[in-house]
Nanobody, 113 residues
Framework: QVQLVESGGGLVQAGGSLRLSCAASGIIFSLNSMGWYRQAPGKQREFVATITGRGSTNYADSVKGRFTISRDNAKNTVYQQMNSLKPEDTAVYSC???????WGQGTQVTVSS
């Protein structure tokens, strides 16, 4: 019933860009703060970025200035534009709906040097 589906991951060279999307269904999307989290191999999941229903954003220090989270409430979709990618950005990126704590399945981002 509740579903978050990420897309847009892939393999890129260092310095390249990717745009992730998360399409939501089964939730009141416009009222729900959304977030992106990531988990690298052998490491714990960490916070990347959040956006409130009205568009206020917060970022982890490690991605500030390089990543931009945004949302289109008419499309029930949250995005993450990732620029100047580094090998240390390699991880599975997951979308989160804060109300109810719902998670997507994740999308793999791999950055080569």
């Amino acid at each position: 019933q509740v579903q978050l589906v990420e897309s847009g991951g892939g393999l890129v060279q260092a310095g390249g860009s990717l745009r992730l999307s998360c399409a939501a269904s089964g939730i009141i999307f416009s009222l729900n703060s959304m977030g992106w989290y990531r988990q690298a191999p052998g490491k714990q999941r960490e916070f990347v970025a959040t956006i409130t229903g009205r568009g206020s954003t917060n970022y982890a220090d490690s991605v500030k200035g390089r990543f931009t989270i945004s949302r289109d409430n008419a499309k029930n979709t949250v995005y993450q534009q990732m620029n100047s990618l580094k090998p240390e950005d390699t991880a599975v990126y997951s979308c989160r709906g804060m109300i109810g704590d719902y998670w997507g399945q994740g999308t793999q981002v791999t950055v080569s040097s």
